[in-house]
C-alpha cells in the first residue's frame, strides 16, 4: 500500500533552518508529483510546495517563495523540503502529499511539526 512518511521537523529558532524529508513507498515513485503542505493551528492547510515526477519544474506558495526549497530523489523514494530564513508564522505540521489522478485518490503523509520560536 502507499506510505508517505515524513520526517525532519522540530523546534528551531527564527532565522534557522530545517530540512524536511519524505520517504514514499507502494507506488511508482519517479511517475509521480509530489507536494508539501502545512497546517497552523486554527488554519486551513495551505500548499507550500509543488515538484513535477522528474523534479525539472517546481512551484512555491508566495510566502515561502526565495526561503523554501524542494527537491527529490527518484533513486531514494524521497522528497525533500529545504526551509531556510524560518519564521514564527512557518510553525506547522507539515505534510506530504500526493495524488493518483486515474484513480481519484488522495496520499497523505501523517505530518511533521515544525515549530520556529526563540
Known amino acids: 500500500q502507499v506510505q508517505l512518511v515524513e520526517s525532519g521537523g522540530g523546534l528551531v529558532q527564527p532565522g534557522g533552518s530545517l530540512r524536511l524529508s519524505c520517504a514514499a513507498s507502494?507506488?511508482?515513485?519517479?511517475?509521480?508529483?509530489m507536494y508539501w503542505y502545512r497546517q497552523a493551528p486554527g488554519k486551513e492547510r495551505e500548499l507550500v510546495a509543488a515538484?513535477?515526477?522528474?523534479?525539472?519544474?517546481?512551484n512555491y506558495a508566495d510566502s515561502v517563495k526565495g526561503r523554501f526549497t524542494i527537491s527529490r530523489d527518484n533513486a531514494k523514494n524521497t522528497v525533500y523540503l529545504q526551509m531556510n530564513s524560518l519564521k514564527s508564522e512557518d510553525t506547522a505540521v507539515y505534510y506530504c502529499?500526493?495524488?493518483?489522478?486515474?484513480?481519484?485518490?488522495?496520499?497523505w503523509g501523517q505530518g511533521t511539526q515544525v515549530t520556529v520560536s526563540s
Open positions: 502529499h500526493t495524488r493518483d489522478s486515474r484513480l481519484r485518490i488522495d496520499y
Open positions: 507502494g507506488f511508482t515513485f519517479s511517475y509521480y508529483a
Open positions: 515538484i513535477t515526477s522528474a523534479g525539472i519544474s517546481t
